[in-house]
């Protein structure tokens, strides 16, 4: 399998990684990885396949750690960032580390998967979430020593962040799902995850999440990340009913490294 995106820095040395940091995004449909040092990244690759669960996944995942020389290296740091959708905000008052099993079953559904949690740095709540069991045990044998964290909780840490002092949507959309979190002065109203495959279930399942949670659509600001354009069948649609969008921007400069953008920042959090 060979990467959609690849980037190399003309310095990177493959011999000379054990200053850098090593930080893989894990999702049902794809794999990427950047190889960064400070806040430069030397190297990096992009992945990406239909979604076909989590065992085809963890199957790929295999293949591209067996065949790409880079995950035989030995690095100062090693970080996991798993992207899913099996998980739930419970706050903190109420989290039981040992009930994290029982917890996912009753209210997702999940049984006989592995186990993760962690805390949100902005808010008084933990994100548990369902680990793949062959995944799980893919990321011990080959990364022992690494990092996992989970992509949810710094994006809600993120939304948290930005609505301190307003009420946001912070929407990410990836190829055929979605993550929503409604935050407001600073607080985490509601969080939740879509599945859709075509414009017009997008829409649905968002504005059923506006219409839930009594949201102004004259008065919230609506900020966007991911696999989307204002200028997509999605974007043009998101405009005919949000007042106010904001575009999350980053720093690159062309599409290839726009393609590692979100993980590069998300490694700095991670690394923070």
């Known amino acids: 399998m060979n990467p959609i995106h690849k980037i190399i820095n003309s310095s990177y040395d493959s011999q000379n990684v054990k200053s850098k940091i090593l930080s893989i995004n894990l ?13 430069i990244i030397f190297k990096a690759e992009y992945y990406e396949w239909q979604s076909k669960g989590w065992k085809y996944a963890t199957e790929q995942f295999h293949l591209i750690f067996e065949n790409n020389t880079v995950f035989q290296s ?11 959708k099996e998980s739930t905000l419970v ?36 994100l548990v979430s369902a680990v793949y069991p062959e995944l799980n045990s893919l990321i011990k044998e080959r990364f022992p020593k690494s990092e996992l964290f989970n992509y949810s909780s710094i994006f809600i ?26 935050a407001k002065f600073g607080k985490i ?29 004259e008065r919230i600001q609506l900020v966007i990340s991911g696999k ?10 998101l405009k005919k009913y949000f007042h106010s969008i904001e575009q999350m921007q980053s720093d690159s400069k062309n599409d290839k ?16």
Do not use: W
């Open 74 to 84: 030995e690095f100062k740091k090693s970080i996991i960032i798993l992207k899913t």
């Open 27 to 39: 999702r049902i449909d794809g794999l990427s990885f950047v190889i960064m040092e400070s806040d």
């Open 228 to 237: 989307i354009s204002l200028e997509s069948s999605i974007g043009k649609s």
């Open 189 to 217: 109203i509601s969080h939740n995850y879509f599945d859709f495959i075509t414009v017009d279930e997008f829409m649905f399942f968002l504005l059923s999440f506006v219409k839930q949670n009594n949201i102004n659509l």
């Open 157 to 182: 840490d993120k939304a948290v962040k930005l609505s301190i002092k307003k009420e946001i949507l912070l929407l990410d959309v990836g190829q055929q799902s979605f993550e929503i979190v409604f």
């Open 91 to 126: 706050p903190s008052k109420f989290f039981v580390k040992d009930k994290e099993a029982d917890l996912l079953k009753t209210l997702l559904g999940i049984d006989n998967f592995d186990t993760s949690s962690h805390n949100l740095k902005n808010a008084e709540a933990v």
């Open 257 to 272: 490294d726009g393609a590692f953008a979100e993980l590069k920042n998300y490694t700095l959090i991670a690394n923070s």
